[in-house]
């Protein structure tokens, strides 16, 4: 049994095997380039081979093609790899099923093939003989990083598409704006970055603690290496979902641009960025003035992310949440607004704001995706759900019809604490161990076929409020972004039999990738000393939450 991660739909094991050496040629038919030159990178670089394009003998070819007759019944992710002493033959259903099969055979070289130098030059590079069927269960294999509430800089981001792609995730949902920081630059409006992509202190730990880091936070990527990060994505088969939120969580925005709160019952001119944690009270207001400076910013960022750079690259997500209505309630100017719109309340405030811009996006050939709380006041008609409060708005929106991404809180928000014991850095919320994560089901069984073929895929989600380093993101996403992977790519069984033993053995030799990586992962004893926060408080919530 091979030790890959995440499980194929089928391996089977061959006889002998395949050497890679300094005869190894890589044979790149129509479609498949990006993946050869993919491959040269990273095994060249960790075998110190060549490994120049050609046509080789036997014994001396790794052979890539896109075979359309595979797609018929594997899709176009789906793959083949057959490897003997012969050669190494991957086909794929389209050019992503050609670079997930690459992933597979990198796998299978053993961990040294994750590292950047040869650590034994002149070592024998043998590929086990193995025939390999595989297929995604879910499109939409997701992960969710914030980058305004801590910022990662670019180089941090590419090396998590690089982990993505290595767990076959292909969806990066990019966080970019929030009460805390605002990350993209924008022409048309500088102060978004020069006043709101920094503050003058941040809370350290969960908002109760009394910490402070007395020191500046901030930065944002350049239009510049917005480009590159979703050029880098789309070579990996990676789609770049942006997130602009609207109308709440947005108070670095109204620190930069007053005119955007509700200036009516706020002096919004003494906002800063906040440089706390939590839900803000200081949202949009709803005004006209909102609605067109939006609408600049929205139209730089649909030229950032174009549709068609990778997959579910269409949609963009404009938030939602958690938008506190407290100054609507109070603000003359929103309730003249409610009243000459006809919507109701500040929940249908909410709603027309959500249906405003589906409409604008969906005129530019774009979707608008969500998290759940767009149901509130109405669902927008061409509008998908990010649920993340459980199951039910995810539940009910597949019901009327509308796509849905499952990432509920409960299993797959990968910023709650790993274990319940008292090492645990800054903890938050339930207990979500690596088994608990490999249990989870995106699907849940209340649904029939048909509403079930509106679950597009699942998405784990980071956010980074008690993060303040790659290095945090490494503990709270890993192991479990592992386990995430196989529950988004393989066929498994219901949640109570799936095989959590084979997980745990194949897990032993994927540390060893992960360890070469340099992925500061979470050990499965416990937490090194230096990954504790000791007297930093979290905020755990006591209780397990129902499974599916």
């Known amino acids: 049994m091979t030790e890959l991660i995440p499980a194929p739909l089928r391996d089977v094991g061959n006889a002998g095997g395949f050497v890679l050496d300094e005869t190894t040629v890589i044979d790149a038919g129509p479609g498949t380039e990006a993946t050869a030159r993919w491959l ?13 394009p050609g046509a080789g003998a036997a014994g001396e070819t790794v052979r890539l093609r896109v075979l359309p007759e595979d797609a018929g019944h594997l899709g176009p992710e789906g793959y083949k790899l057959y490897v003997d002493g012969d050669a190494v033959s991957l086909h794929g259903g389209g050019p992503a099923g050609v670079f997930w099969g690459a992933q597979t055979l990198r ?38 990083l914030d980058v305004a509430r801590h910022f990662m800089p670019k180089e941090g981001v590419l090396r998590y598409l690089d982990l993505m792609a290595a767990h076959k995730l292909n969806v990066f949902h990019f966080h970019l704006t929030d009460d805390q920081g605002w990350r993209v630059e924008i022409k048309r409006y500088p102060k978004l970055t020069e006043v709101g992509s920094w503050r ?26 917005i480009r590159e990060i979703v050029a880098y994505a789309a070579e ?30 706020i002096d919004t001119t003494s906002l800063s960025v906040w440089d706390n944690w939590g839900i803000s009270h200081n949202v949009l207001a709803p005004t006209d003035n909102t609605l067109r400076f939006y609408e600049g910013v929205f139209e730089e960022v649909l030229d950032l992310f174009p549709a068609g750079a990778g997959n579910f690259s269409e949609f963009v997500h404009i938030g939602g949440d958690e938008c506190a209505k407290e100054q609507w309630r109070e603000s003359p100017t929103a ?34 995706i969500g998290w759940d709380e767009i149901l509130e006041g109405g669902l927008a008609p061409g509008a998908a759900v990010s649920s993340w409060r459980g199951y039910a708005g995810g539940i009910t929106a597949t019901r009327a019809g509308h796509d849905v991404v499952m990432c509920p809180q409960e299993h797959v928000y990968l910023d709650h604490r790993q274990h319940g014991g008292a090492d645990e850095p800054a903890p938050i919320g ?28 699942t998405q784990a989600n980071l956010w980074t409020e008690v993060m303040e380093d790659t290095g945090r993101v490494d503990y709270q996403a890993f192991p479990r972004l592992a386990a995430f992977a196989e529950v988004a790519w393989s066929a498994l069984p219901a949640p109570a039999e799936r095989d959590y033993a084979d997980f745990e053995r194949r897990m032993t030799a994927h540390y060893g990738r992960l360890d070469a990586l340099g992925v500061g992962y979470r050990p499965p004893a416990g937490p090194h000393p230096w990954q504790r926060r000791p007297g930093v408080l979290g905020r755990p919530i006591e209780g397990t939450p129902p499974n599916v």
């Open 40 to 52: 040269r990178g990273v095994l060249g670089a960790a075998t110190g081979l060549a490994l120049p």
């Open 107 to 144: 796998q299978l070289l053993g961990p040294d093939a994750f590292r950047r130098a040869p650590v034994t030059p002149g070592r024998q590079w043998l590929v086990p003989g193995v025939f390999v069927e595989d297929t995604p269960r879910f499109r939409w294999r997701g992960l969710m």
């Open 200 to 225: 003058a202190r941040t809370k350290f730990g969960h908002r109760a603690s009394p910490l402070w880091e007395e020191k500046p936070h901030g930065g944002f990527y350049t239009q510049d290496d």
């Open 236 to 265: 990996r088969h990676i789609g770049v979902v942006p997130e602009i939120d609207v109308p709440g969580h947005s108070q670095a925005a109204i620190a930069a641009y007053p005119e955007l709160g509700n200036t009516d019952v």
């Open 335 to 368: 309730q003249a607004r409610i009243e000459e719109l006809g919507v109701g309340d500040e929940d249908g405030l909410q709603s027309w704001f959500v249906r405003h811009f589906d409409t604008w996006l969906t005129e530019r050939g774009r979707r608008l």
């Open 430 to 457: 339930y207990v979500r161990t690596l088994e608990d994560v490999f249990r989870f089901e995106p699907v849940p069984p209340e649904l029939g076929p048909e509403e079930a073929r509106h679950v597009l895929g």
